[in-house]
């Protein structure tokens, strides 16, 4: 039997290329080797206050947009996360086993908190690792493909299912991260020493996959470069450039050192023009087969057929931590 493989997108803001480089495009490479479970996290993004139209649209956009980039509704499970009532349940039950301590040395917590008052901070910020610990473990995934920056997280699901495995005996699997070798860090274009993010400020720091024709060219041509001259990548003195060029490789489909050879002699300008070509080329393209797909009704049937597998092995293994702890009846 494949082992089984979990992952998510927040609908917290427009999708971006890093997250087609860092997570789509890769889940079409793990559903040859997994049985892939991809799920909509919306309850984490109510951590912070969304609109809720807005949160509506961006869930079934998120489908969509998997859809559109060749990601198979058949083959993978493709669900939303508050269409399953388990992960809240689950969730509460690990709060009971996780400490303030460890909850507190979470450095995203750290980073979304601070120079903010205490009456700002939300507890569903301080607690949703826990909820993540739940998404997990609630499908006992062997493997949770991840961004660097999400690394934390697995390591307390694992802590968190060791523990409860120790306390009440075997109930979960203890999970792995899987971190991307190419791409796992696509870099804000107004700042490369930060990471790319739907949810950033300056709507100019990134390449949404629905800009505009327009804007995408105007974007990459004032993307920050390097001082200096010479296309190649060495993301230590040349984080721009490294970005643009790891951008041009993964879109047209070749390694690092063919796209370095491809710059040979080129300008920084020479590198902006193409790379800008080359996703207006892609992106068109794309958000034509998403226009296709969100008129369609796919991504319904796509999310009830999803929900419906997923549930069911939700509520087996929610049943079992449930009984275990001495909830309900036995
Ligand atoms: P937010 O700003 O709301 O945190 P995000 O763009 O960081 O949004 P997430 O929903 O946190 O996106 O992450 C979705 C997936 O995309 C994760 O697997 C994450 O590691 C990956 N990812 C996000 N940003 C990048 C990036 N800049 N480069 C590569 N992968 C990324
Ligand atoms: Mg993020």
């Known amino acids: 039997m494949k082992k089984r493989l979990l992952t998510g997108l927040q609908p917290s803001g427009e999708l971006t290329i890093g997250n087609y480089i860092g997570s789509i495009r890769q889940v079409i490479d793990y559903a040859k080797d997994y049985d892939t479970f991809l799920f909509v996290p919306d309850m984490h993004s109510i951590t912070v206050?969304?609109?809720?139209?807005?949160?509506?649209?961006?869930?079934?956009?998120?489908?969509?947009?998997?859809?559109?980039?060749?990601?198979?509704?058949?083959?993978?499970?493709?669900?939303i996360q508050s269409e399953i009532p388990e992960h809240a349940n689950l969730s509460w039950i690990l709060e009971c086993t996780?400490?303030?301590?460890?909850?507190?040395?979470?450095?995203?917590?750290?980073?979304?908190?601070?120079?903010?008052?205490?009456?700002?901070?939300?507890?569903?910020?301080?607690?949703?690792?826990?909820?993540?610990?739940?998404?997990?473990?609630?499908?006992n995934a062997h493997v949770v493909p991840t961004g660097v920056d999400q690394k934390q997280h697995v390591e307390l699901a694992r802590n968190l299912a060791q523990r409860f495995n120790a306390k009440f005996g075997e109930t979960f699997v203890v999970p792995e991260p899987l971190i991307p070798t190419v791409g796992a860090k696509i870099r804000d274009l107004l700042n490369p020493e930060k990471k790319m993010s739907k949810s950033a400020e300056n709507p100019k720091a990134s390449v949404f996959l629905n800009d505009t024709e327009k804007d995408i060219r105007?974007?990459?041509?004032?993307?920050?470069?390097?001082?200096?001259?010479?296309?190649?990548?060495d993301e230590e003195n040349k984080p721009g450039v490294s970005n643009l060029l790891t951008i041009f490789a993964v879109f047209q489909g070749i390694t690092?050192?063919?796209?370095?050879?491809?710059?040979?002699?080129?300008?920084?300008?020479?590198?902006?023009?193409?790379?800008?070509?080359?996703?207006v080329e892609k992106l068109s393209a794309l958000q034509a087969r998403f226009a296709e797909t969100m008129a369609?009704?796919?991504?319904?049937?796509?999310?009830?057929?999803?929900?419906?597998?997923?549930?069911?092995?939700?509520?087996?293994?929610?049943?079992?931590?449930?009984?275990?702890?001495?909830?309900?009846?036995?």
């Open 256 to 279: 690092i050192p063919e796209a370095e050879k491809h710059f040979e002699n080129a300008r920084y300008g020479d590198l902006k023009k193409e790379v800008a070509e080359l996703l």
């Open 98 to 139: 996780a400490y303030m301590g460890e909850l507190a040395r979470m450095t995203q917590f750290k980073a979304k908190t601070e120079n903010k008052k205490e009456k700002e901070i939300r507890c569903g910020l301080f607690t949703y690792p826990v909820l993540m610990a739940a998404d997990i473990l609630l499908y």
């Open 49 to 79: 206050p969304q609109d809720p139209e807005t949160l509506h649209r961006r869930v079934r956009e998120i489908v969509g947009m998997y859809l559109a980039c060749g990601v198979s509704g058949v083959e993978n499970h493709i669900y």
């Open 296 to 330: 369609s009704g796919v991504v319904d049937e796509t999310l009830d057929r999803g929900r419906e597998y997923a549930r069911a092995i939700a509520t087996e293994t929610y049943d079992r931590a449930r009984r275990v702890v001495g909830l309900g009846r036995a």
């Open 218 to 233: 105007k974007k990459i041509m004032g993307a920050v470069t390097d001082s200096g001259e010479g296309v190649y990548f």
